[in-house]
């Protein structure tokens, strides 16, 4: 079955780096798009970044712009997301999807987006 596997949160100061990976299995990762989330308690899941599934383009919210990177090695079934500078109000849990149809990019439709993860915490200490 598909199975998308979160790690690499933790606690960082302000303006420290994490990278997250997103380990995908039970599908064909290489012919779907992947995309990053976040979702604080009570609120909304929240797009934060997206890759095709050739890895050719990637998409980022106003909000991580010029901090975070997203990208994918489709040799290892790995998305990960490289987030630098980071500032408090980045809290939050952070989940990984795989689009809900292959050869399609969904950029950041929540609803287009399947299989998601447990999640992993990062927590940014100002």
């Known amino acids: 079955q598909v199975q998308l596997v979160e790690s690499g949160g933790g606690l960082v100061q302000a303006g420290g780096s994490l990278r997250l990976s997103c380990v995908a299995s039970?599908?064909?990762?290489?012919?779907?798009?992947m995309g990053w989330f976040r979702q604080a308690p009570g609120k909304d899941r929240e797009f934060v970044a997206s890759?095709?599934?050739?890895?050719?383009?990637?998409d980022y919210s106003d909000s991580v712009k010029g901090r975070f990177t997203i990208s994918r090695d489709n040799a290892k079934n790995t998305v990960y997301l490289q987030m630098n500078n980071l500032k408090p109000e980045d809290t939050t849990v952070y989940y990984c999807?795989?689009?809900?149809?292959?050869?399609?990019?969904?950029?950041?439709?929540?609803?287009?987006?399947?299989?998601w993860g447990q999640g992993t915490q990062v927590t940014v200490s100002s």
């Open positions: 999807a795989k689009d809900r149809q292959a050869f399609r990019y969904s950029y950041s439709a929540v609803a287009e987006y399947e299989y």
């Open positions: 039970g599908y064909a990762f290489g012919l779907y798009g």
């Open positions: 890759i095709t599934w050739r890895g050719d383009r990637t």
